[in-house]
């Protein structure tokens, strides 16, 4: 089956520095790849998204592109803010009657003044 | 819309008690889930539904039960809780014709401890 393998938390970063966290995954065909982010407290919202290869999502200064080759969909931000602190999951989706979306393990960040 | 609702917000249950957590959703949703997270674990899919009279397991669906009787409503029981029940579960919705290509509407949660 599936399976998303995301950076291991957490990462604390100070404001305005730059963001990666790093997403791969493994899928029979090309899957829907998606960000979500979970603020805390709240439920999980989606992010960005791109569903097929070489797309860019985009979204709050946030962009990840959809790469084939190696299989990944890294997370990026330039510059980040005390706002950005939440939990960040990557997660796939290959349809073809499974109805399943598969998640990373998540990984929480947490932004300092 | 109100969007996704759960009821419990917090609840505290003994081992072996059951109860019913509550899952609504008012956008016409054919299709609804439930999830459990755990720390270092993610989502994982207990059940889902693709339609009312139609649920199917995910994941992990030992424990848990669940019906669709109405597109609006997707209720998780617990028949005999368990220690390892202890968890925060998210009930998700979407269309089902655009589960590969847009958003699941996630509701804020439901944080279960099991004594």
Redesign the interface.
């Known amino acids: 089956g599936d399976s998303v393998t995301q950076m291991e938390g957490p990462v604390t970063l100070s404001e305005e520095a730059f963001l990666t966290i790093n997403c791969t995954y493994t899928a029979t065909g090309y ?2 790849l998606f960000w ?1 982010v979970q603020y805390p407290g ?5 992010l960005l ?1 791109a ?1 097929k290869a070489d797309d860019k999502g985009s979204n709050k200064g946030f962009e990840a592109t959809y790469r084939k080759e190696t299989t990944s969909f890294h997370l990026e931000k330039g510059s980040v803010q005390v706002s950005d602190s939440a939990v960040y ?1 990557c997660v796939s ?3 073809a009657g499974s ?3 598969t ?4 990984t929480k960040l947490s932004v300092i003044p | 819309n109100a969007g996704v609702t759960q009821t419990p917000k917090f609840q505290v249950l003994k081992t072996g008690q059951s109860m019913t957590l509550q899952c609504a959703q008012d956008m016409n949703h054919e299709y609804m889930s439930w999830y459990r997270q755990d720390p270092g674990m993610g989502l994982r899919l207990i059940h889902y539904s693709v339609g009312a009279g139609i649920t199917d397991q995910g994941e992990v669906p030992n424990g848990y039960n669940v019906s669709r009787s109405t597109t609006e409503d997707f209720p998780l029981r617990l028949l005999s809780a368990a220690p390892s029940q202890t968890s925060v579960y998210f009930c998700a919705s979407s269309y089902l014709g655009l589960l590969g290509t847009d958003t699941q509407y996630f509701g804020p949660g439901t944080r279960l401890t099991v004594l």
């Open positions: 899957p829907s979500y709240e439920g999980l919202q989606l998204k569903t999951f989706y290959s349809g109805y399943q979306l998640f990373g393990k998540g």
